[in-house]
C-alpha cells in the first residue's frame, strides 16, 4: 500500500528529500474544461469579446502560473522547468457535460530534467488558465463551470509512466 509522502511518522508536514533522487526526464500532461453559454462562447471564439484576446491571456496565465507552482502548493519543489506548453480546444467536452453548455478545454504539457515530477506544475497551469478565462468572461456569464481537471499522464522517474485510463 503506498504511503503518503508528504507526511512524516508523528503526522507532521514535510517536504519530501529529493536529494538521493537520479535526474531523469520528466514530463506531466493535465486537462481541464471550463463550460459556458453560448453567447459567451462565442465571443470568445469570434474574438468580439471587450476584453481582448481571452485565450491568448488566459495561455501566458497559465504558463506563469505553472512557473509559480511551488509558491503556490506548500510543499512543492522549486523547479526548473524546461519545458510548459499550454493550448485549448474548443467545443471539447468533458465526460459528464451538462446540456446547454459549450466548453473549452485546456491542456498543459510541463517537463524538466530533475529529481521530482511536473504533475502539479501541468495541473496548475491548467486551473489558472481556466480561471483567467473565468476572471475574463464573469461579467457575460457568472454561471461558467470549471470541470474534468485531471492528470492524463507522467512519464520519468523511479515510478515511469503513467496514463489515465478513459
Known sequence: MAEFTHIDEHGDARM????????????????????????????IAEGRHKKGDVLGVAQVAGIMGAKQTSSLIPLCHLINLTKVDLSFEMNAKPAASRPGLAYIRAICTAACDGKTGVEMEALTGVNIALLTIYDMCKAVDRSMEITAISLLRKSGGKSGLYERIR
Do not use: N, W
Open 16 to 43: 519530501v528529500d529529493v536529494g538521493e533522487k537520479a535526474v531523469t526526464r520528466r514530463e506531466a500532461l493535465a486537462e481541464g474544461f471550463i463550460g459556458m453559454s453560448r453567447e459567451c462562447f462565442s465571443m
